[in-house]
């Protein structure tokens, strides 16, 4: 890994003020997964301290997005592998990488649930977050919202979309650069902007909304994009991919139900200078 030597400090510090909490059950404790929080805030140490109590804590509030990332589920693996969610083969001109979404392909006649489709999100983002290029340089979205229908939005829930798009910019430690909405029809866009509203006024000014492919290509390098959107590499080949690689991911994405929040052991006491919440 490439950190400075006061970063490594600053990592023997968080690691150490982890495990000085009563209330952190099995948590890891690993460089490159402590660096997601001190990057995510560019290293100050209360900060990360309070996003990563956030981010155990929204485990505990939506266990159905955030727990049994499980690639067997057979509607999980269905989504996935339709393409409804993976990063495209190669990053932008900034070093980020593109995650792609085919958001039609969440379907119930498909028999996908709304569990499904939080997991897959959450599975790309444990995965990914795992790079220390990621860490650092943040994520580009293109969202194709092309034949998306409003009962799917409706079947998800409007109110919990909302919960979780707050929750969920509060407490992962994810650099979001931007979002860019292909294709969106007229209701769902209006949707989208009602939940936006929801979300910090740095994320609401990274959304975009490209009339066109045309459009878009003047945001997104045309090479990296599926061979469908104007690239070389058709996006079912990048999608096989990323199921393979969330497959070889799998035991680690589930010992992640191990690490929990049990504020029945918290305590307030101050210990080696550091607050404990």
Request: hydrophobic fraction near 35%; proline fraction near 4%.
């Amino acid at each position: 890994m490439t950190i400075s030597s006061q970063e490594e400090v600053l990592v023997k510090k968080f690691r150490e003020w982890i495990l000085s909490q009563p209330q952190f059950v099995s948590p890891r404790t690993d460089d490159l997964f402590i660096l997601r929080f001190l990057r995510f805030r560019k290293f100050n140490f209360e900060e990360s301290c309070r996003v990563f109590e956030k981010y155990l804590k929204v485990r505990n509030v939506h266990p159905y997005c955030y727990k049994n990332l499980d690639i067997r589920d057979s509607s999980l693996y269905d989504l996935i592998k339709r393409g409804y969610i993976f990063p495209l083969f190669e990053r932008d001109d900034r070093g980020r990488t593109v995650i792609f979404g085919r958001c039609a392909m969440f379907n119930q006649k498909y028999g996908h649930l709304p569990t499904d489709l939080f997991r897959s999100i959450i599975i790309t983002f444990e995965i990914l977050l795992d790079n220390e290029e990621n860490q650092k340089n943040g994520f580009v979205y293109i969202f194709d919202q092309e034949g998306v229908s409003l009962s799917e939005v409706t079947y998800l829930g409007i109110r919990e979309l909302k919960r979780l798009a707050q929750s969920g910019e509060k407490a992962l430690p994810v650099k979001h650069k931007q979002v860019h909405w292909l294709n969106l029809p007229h209701l769902i866009r209006t949707i989208l902007i009602f939940i936006s509203g929801f979300m910090t006024q740095k994320l609401q000014d990274r959304l975009s909304f490209p009339r066109d492919l045309n459009e878009l290509h003047k945001r997104i390098p045309v090479h990296i994009l599926p061979k469908e959107y104007g690239g070389t590499v058709p996006w079912r080949i990048m999608a096989d991919k990323w199921i393979k690689t969330v497959e070889e991911n799998r035991e680690k994405l589930l010992a992640l139900d191990k690490m929990t929040l049990d504020d029945s052991r918290k305590k307030e006491k101050r210990s080696k200078g550091y607050k404990i919440y």
